[in-house]
């Protein structure tokens, strides 16, 4: 495993270097646990299918298969 001050050290190096790549990483990560949270609903079998896939089908995702 690497050691922790250095982890930190770099961390820090990127944080201060390019504070636009480290904002939109955290973007992106909010998108992502969207997506999951949206992905959950579309598979949520006490969900109408019919609700379920018509949002898959408007949001471009995979429909439920039931």
């Given at each position: 495993?690497?050691?922790?001050?250095?982890?930190?050290?770099?961390?820090?190096?990127?944080?201060?270097r390019?504070?636009?790549?480290?904002?939109?990483?955290?973007?992106?990560?909010?998108?992502?646990?969207?997506?999951?949270?949206?992905?959950?609903?579309?598979?949520?079998?006490?969900?109408?299918?019919?609700?379920?896939?018509?949002?898959?089908?408007?949001?471009?995702?995979?429909?439920?298969?039931?």
């Amino acid at each position: 495993m690497p050691d922790q001050d250095y982890v930190n050290q770099l961390a820090d190096q990127l944080q201060h270097r390019h504070p636009d790549l480290v904002s939109a990483e955290n973007d992106l990560a909010i998108h992502r646990h969207r997506l999951a949270l949206v992905v959950r609903f579309i598979h949520n079998e006490a969900i109408a299918h019919d609700i379920r896939a018509g949002l898959a089908r408007d949001l471009h995702l995979p429909e439920p298969s039931r």
